[in-house]
């Protein structure tokens, strides 16, 4: 299970169709409890591919948030991207980029009015759905 607030959900669709006609992408920062994963900040970061077909956070920006992270006694739980034209399910290189148990992928979709959001794990090198709630308010 992974939990993020609806305003979080929204800041990352406001980012997701600013970048339009390309990808976005962003890293999801919170902790890890026996009840499952909670995020505390969606830190958004650059698509450094530019494409509508996949993204890419390059290692040294990845390094930075982690280092950020731990200054806040969090961890990153995993990232968040945007599908511009298709629905929320992994592409064939979300499968293969998506190998770490431990994250999760989330994924949303704006092929439609209502942005769509899923989560998924990796398993093996095929994708799970995962439990994502979206909570209200912030806590
Ligand atoms: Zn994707």
Redesign the pocket.
């Known amino acids: 299970m992974i939990a993020m607030t609806e305003k979080q959900l929204h800041q990352f669709v406001l980012h997701a169709r600013a970048c339009l006609p390309e ?1 976005a992408c962003a890293l999801l920062l919170g902790e890890q409890t026996e009840e499952g994963k909670f995020v505390w900040e969606v830190f958004l970061t650059e698509n450094a591919d530019h494409t509508n077909e ?1 993204f890419t956070i390059p290692p040294q920006v990845q390094l930075k948030v982690i280092k950020y992270a731990r200054t806040k006694g969090w961890s990153v739980l995993g990232n968040i ?1 945007s ?1 511009p034209e298709t629905p929320a399910r ?2 064939e ?2 499968k293969r980029l998506a190998v770490d148990r431990r994250m999760s992928y989330l ?1 949303v979709s704006l092929a439609d009015k209502t942005p769509v959001c899923k989560a998924f794990r990796a398993a093996e090198y095929n994708s799970e759905q995962e439990e994502l709630r979206i909570v209200k308010e912030d806590t």
């Open positions: 990808e996949h991207h599908h992994p592409s290189e979300d994924i």
